[in-house]
């Protein structure tokens, strides 16, 4: 059974800093493409940063600079740290996992490009909220 499990979310004032954890159970996450998406209230979900399985990183503009996704491949662990926090940034985040073909779990890519709904697993949400 597939499960990922987000903490780190919590409330902290503007310019401030949070790191979010997505802990993974029974997927690999050094053969998946990571992500981290966020949704705010009334809006749709949006990526943030995704990772392949060889670390090469994409991030969304508005994120560029600030946040910073990694992973631990031997805890199995995903990691988003966040910086210069703006209220913008108030959202509940998720972290997913797609699975990708043999070639892509060897080498990498097709990750920031794969549709949301390639990602079949998705954690239950951290939030995390910003204030001014």
């Known amino acids: 059974q597939v499960q990922l499990v987000e903490s780190g979310g919590g409330s902290v004032l503007a310019g401030g800093s949070l790191r979010l954890s997505c802990a993974a159970s029974?997927?690999?996450?050094?053969?998946?493409?990571m992500g981290w998406f966020r949704q705010a209230p009334g809006k749709e979900r949006r990526r943030v940063a995704t990772?392949?399985?060889?670390?090469?990183?994409t991030d969304a503009e508005v994120v560029k600079g600030r946040f910073t996704i990694s992973k631990d491949n031997a805890k199995n662990i995903l990691y988003l740290q966040m910086n210069s926090l703006k209220p913008e940034d108030t959202a509940m985040y998720y972290c997913a996992a797609a699975a990708g073909n043999s070639f892509e779990r060897r080498f990498g890519g097709n990750c920031w490009s794969r549709r949301a709904t390639d990602f079949a697993y998705w954690g239950q949400g951290t939030q995390v909220t910003v204030s001014s």
């Open positions: 990772i392949d399985s060889v670390g090469d990183i």
């Open positions: 029974g997927v690999t996450i050094s053969e998946y493409c």
